[in-house]
DNA sequence: ATCAAATGGTTTCATTATAAAACCGAATCA
DNA sequence: TGATTCGGTTTTATAATGAAACCATTTGAT
């Protein structure tokens, strides 16, 4: 959408994420969804966005299959937009998102909300590990490129 | 940046993040020096940015400490861009992103590059649990809203 | 039933960001 | 010493964004 140049072909897979929900707004807006929000004025009055942006990247979050528009929650004619099992699997990317966000981006004792287990109470972190359990640091990973075939 | 409405006074620790690297370009250059890259063409020839844009974009992950400036490699004159402690604990976000992107933006059998412990070739992934170490899934989550003043 | 207001957009237009290309000084290289 | 690469900056064209006006359909109140 916003990219000029599509990535969908990169063999990176970062890459290609970004070139789905790497744009200003959507993961913003998955953000919400998370939080519960399904109506495009909750969308529109939680992140100020202008209505025909929100309305564009509703399209292209359905399109891409992030979101599922949803005809009525309580019988009202009014369509709703729901995550897909897709778009709730970006849920590791908003705590990863989170936990960085809360290290470096807030003073000390600024406060800020909290991701906690619903059942439990306990807060909710992420780790990078492999896949025998033991922690990864950013140094000790090494990524393995695709062979190229013959183009240069 | 790109942000007419800056998050950065939002009490959401994702928005914040998103204020700070979630334009088009940032966390790609991020995702290159992860892989090694430093300079400026480097980054230029990997992204095919355009230069002016680069520059600006190098300039404010400088301004924001995910990148430092140091002056040279091997003696030479030219700048380096390395990745700051800031920048380097963005991994788990480049994991998660690729890690989604993974499964949901490749063909079955289709190739893309894989990221693997250095020393044990090991795959390696992430995951949302939380102190205890149980396994949450989003639909586990809850997020705790910071507790308003008095302002509406 | 009726009128007013809210909802969920679309369209139009002004503004801003991006991209491409030209340009430039300093450093390398031959 | 002359040509080329590197690391940008400036200028200009184009594309995306944001704000506001507008509109059809619902919803709510009387």
Known sequence: MVGRKSLSGDYCPSA?????????????????????????GEF???LGIAKNILAQR???????????????????AHQEYHLTEMGRDLFPVMVA????GERYLFEPGE???????????RPIRLDV?????????ADRALILKVPVADED
């Open 16 to 40: 290609r994420s970004l070139d789905v929900i790497g744009d200003w707004w959507s993961l913003l807006i998955v953000r919400d969804a998370f939080d519960g929000m399904t109506r495009f």
């Open 44 to 46: 529109q009055k939680s």
């Open 58 to 76: 509703l399209r292209t979050l359905v399109e891409r299959g992030i979101l599922a528009p949803v005809p009525a929650a309580n019988g009202g």
């Open 97 to 100: 998102l989170r936990q960085w």
């Open 111 to 121: 406060p800020h909300s909290k991701l906690v287990d619903r059942d439990t109470g």
């Open 129 to 137: 590990r492999t896949d025998d359990g033991s922690a990864v640091t």
